[in-house]
């Protein structure tokens, strides 16, 4: 089992490895005084290991009350999110007792929400399921639910009390979502450690589970710890994104977030060695890793639609909007650009 500490307005820790599923309740335990358990989950992951937690909930001498919705982003939103605190209320959870969000990184957003917002706030324990949950998700404390008109509007940073990410869950993954999670484990490698990137670009993630999600864990840890509430360095986790974002956007959510952080960061990815602020070679290198993964390198969009919608995106200030740009395989930065001088990046990202 591996161990990351997160020190951030919170101290947790995120454990990593095979089976840890089963001393769950053990760990929950720690953060519950008042004895109730409050497991959150979606109709895909509920039937495969809601039992296993439930049973190692009891076991540990609590009492597990859960709440199962169905499985998708459209469950993301306020009226889920009411019925979860709803029947928090009538489970008589008070502030002693603990939220478990028990899935992907849906689950885990508007669980934490929930968690964060009920009485004013009660501990909750994150057990991911998901490759995207374990390598980003479940770690940093962004918790949020979205509004008919966009991502996330609604939230609150609110840390978990435990990660435990069970490499185990992964072995039901559909293989969609690996690949999906593999595009934002290929985004680690490309920001801030080339080590992980030839890694996993040469052997595949599932070969080395605990090792890749521990290395990821701690890069996020690093940077969450130096810009706990996104006003700097946080933003570097968001290569690939803003583009990415755009094409997600644009396809109305039919292109998966994995797909189009692939697409996203081969655009940035090529403007930066097109415009000279990354060596030769950066953009080959990357998109050998991302077809080994089966994901997409492009988009029939065009500049002016993904620009649009790019700058629509909340990470725009004003008239400016920051963008991470890799500098090498390893190394990114962040430069602020006017809005307007986006579509300079994306026509020499390769877009029409
Ligand atoms: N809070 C953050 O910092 C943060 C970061 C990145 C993404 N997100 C959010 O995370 C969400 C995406 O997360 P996701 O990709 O995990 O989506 P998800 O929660 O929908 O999980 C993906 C799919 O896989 C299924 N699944 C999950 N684990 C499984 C398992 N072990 N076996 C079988 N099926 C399983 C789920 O039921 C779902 O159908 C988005 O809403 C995104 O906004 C949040
Ligand atoms: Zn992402």
Redesign the pocket.
Known sequence: MNKVTVNASKKYDIVIGAGLLRDAGQVIKNFCRGGKVFTVS????FP??GEALRTSVRKSGLEHFEFVFK???AS?NLSVYSRIVENMCAAGLTRGDVAVAL???????IT?FAAATYRRGIAFVQV???L??DV??S??G???V?LDNG??QVGAFWQPSAVICDTD??????EE?YR??CA?IIKYGMLGDGDLFYKVKNVPVRNDYSGIITRCVEMKRDIVERDEFESGDRMLLNLGHTFGHAVEKLSGFSIA??KAVAIGMNIITTAAVKLGLAPKGTETVLREALLSYGLPLSTTYGSDEICRAAAGDKKTVGESITLVVPTDVGSCRLIRVPVEDLKNYALAGGLK
């Open positions: 979606d109709d895909n992951v495969l290991y499985a998708g982003e993301k899935g992907g990184g849906i689950t885990g957003d934490g991911p399921t998901s995207l949950a980003d998700s770690v940093g962004k918790t949020a979205d991502k996330n869950t992964l072995k039901t993954l559909p979502e999906n999670g934002e977030h994995g």
